[in-house]
């Protein structure tokens, strides 16, 4: 294995973790032979993400507001690609790759033309695998119904339809799966010629669940490589973000890609987050649910019929 990888950082008030990132991916990199450019896209940050990754060698980007996740990904792809670059790893600033994890996702890559991005295997601090809320299935009508409202609690309860239309099975052992959080996504400069790079309608979220629709769609298998742990503890960029903006923007997203994808879908899952929103408003009438529904509804035009 040999050539040149492009990996592309992200970074929102992630000072603390960037060093460790950074270093992890390096010799990741030199372990499976491959000269590593890593590009580190800063979108605003308050702390001291540009200056701890410009100490850390990284060609950075400082861009003067938050243009986003997706745009910044975007940002350091074209970098990338300026510098040479082969293959593309989207990376998250909060995870930490293991000396064989990058060898064994490249190799996955290259075993078959087929292929067209490779994920790894999530584990917490201890080691434990944590796949389950990342590998999952394509979102459809049903699996938002099912498992994005107040029935969520009853049907994780239910194996039959967790294995219908949540969980993308087993993931004790490399295969194919449906999608790859862009948390850790290896690919390459040839398929992100065919395929593009993420869509910037998408801030953050459902921009990786979009871009793995759009290559399944060009024939490309998204694959799981079981050999490749990698330690993300998730969401750090966002601890201190209110969980009333986390919600919005995550169904935000979510009505985007079906609007995109599967606007047919789409009516049925506005229909089912409006009655989730009302069952939870009428379950707990307090001003925190109505200044919810008020800015769901009123503020983020379109999201729900009014």
Known sequence: MSGKIGVVIVSYNSADELADCIKAVKSAAQ???????????????????????????????????????????????????KNGCEFILILNPDLIMSAKSLPAMLSALQSDPAIGAVGPSMVDKAGRPANDNYYIKAPSWMSVS??????????????????????????????????IPGACLLTSRSVLDKVGVLDEDFAIWFEDVEWCYRARKRGYKMWFCADAPVEHEGGTSFERWQSLDKAVTFYVSMKTFFNKHKPVSGILVRLALTVNSLALFIKNRDKSNLVFLKKFWLQKRGILPS
């Open 31 to 81: 372990n499976a032979s491959l000269e590593p450019a890593v590009v580190v896209v800063d979108n605003n940050s308050k702390d001291k993400s540009v200056k701890m990754a410009e100490k850390s060698g990284a060609l950075t980007i400082a861009n003067k507001t938050n243009l986003g996740f997706s745009a910044g990904v975007n940002q350091g792809i074209k970098t990338a690609f």
């Open 146 to 179: 099912l498992f994005s409202t107040f029935l969520r609690p009853h049907a994780l309860k239910h194996p039959f339809l967790v294995n219908s239309f949540w969980s993308d099975g087993d993931m004790t052992s490399s295969r194919e799966v449906e999608q």
